[in-house]
């Protein structure tokens, strides 16, 4: 099992859906998590941390299973703007080690 | 303004030349970090470091060596580079307080070719 795993998509949706990323990570002993985004060709940005209560930011919505070692991303109301690539990162043996997955290309259609 | 600047953005070079990548953050931050990122395998730590002379292997070090003798500077050095090193290169800073809650800020990337 890799260590951290995403939909490998691409994910095309109209402007307006509601889309969702998964993430899998093998680590149980991870204790940071992160969803960032990559536009093409540029450095990433994070998007939001991931917070075992889960949490919002406006449109965007980040949920932690422990248990499932499980994250998620959901986009309501999909943006032009929201076309890039999302990239879930988990902490691996020390704080210091991130471990990102492949990345999950979004495109939102007019 | 808060950034991390990587110098040279575009590099081109031959097989066996030793070249330096240079990474800076204005942001007194404690945390840097090198990754390399290649098609189809997604973003891979090299190299970071927690602290001023503080510094340990992410999971693919070969062949790279790097430095903090400053907390503003964390230079990646290929001492013999080699054409599976060509990548795209981001160095990365962040600060510490809350555990490793922080954002992470990347440089613009360093385009790297070995011929």
């Known amino acids: 099992r890799k260590e951290v795993e995403q939909d490998p998509g691409p994910f095309n949706v109209p402007e307006g859906a509601t889309v969702a990323f998964n993430c899998t990570y093998s680590n149980s002993a991870s204790q940071s998590f992160f969803w960032y985004r990559q536009d093409c060709r540029k450095e990433p940005k994070l998007l939001m941390s991931v917070y075992s209560s889960g949490n919002e930011d406006g449109r965007f919505t980040a949920q932690l299973n422990r248990a499932s070692q499980y994250i998620s991303l959901l986009i309501r109301d999909s943006k032009l703007s929201d076309s890039a690539t999302y990239l879930c990162?988990?902490?691996?043996?020390?704080?210091?080690?991130?471990?990102f997955g492949k990345g999950t290309k979004l495109s939102v259609k007019p | 303004e808060a950034q991390v600047t990587q110098n040279p953005r575009y590099l081109i070079t031959v097989t066996g030349k030793k070249l330096t990548v240079t990474c800076s953050q204005n942001?007194?931050?404690?945390?840097m970090s090198w990754y390399r990122q290649d098609p189809g395998l997604g973003l891979r730590q090299i190299y970071y470091s927690m602290n001023v002379e503080v510094t340990d292997k992410g999971d693919v070090p070969e062949g790279y060596k790097v430095s903090r003798k400053e907390k503003r500077n964390f230079p990646l050095i290929l001492e013999s580079p080699s054409p599976n090193q060509t990548s795209l290169y981001f160095c990365a800073s962040s600060r510490t307080d809350r555990g490793f809650k922080e954002t992470q800020y990347f440089g613009p990337g360093t385009r790297l070719l070995v011929l």
């Open positions: 942001m007194n931050h404690e945390y």
């Open positions: 990162v988990v902490n691996r043996r020390s704080q210091g080690n991130l471990i």
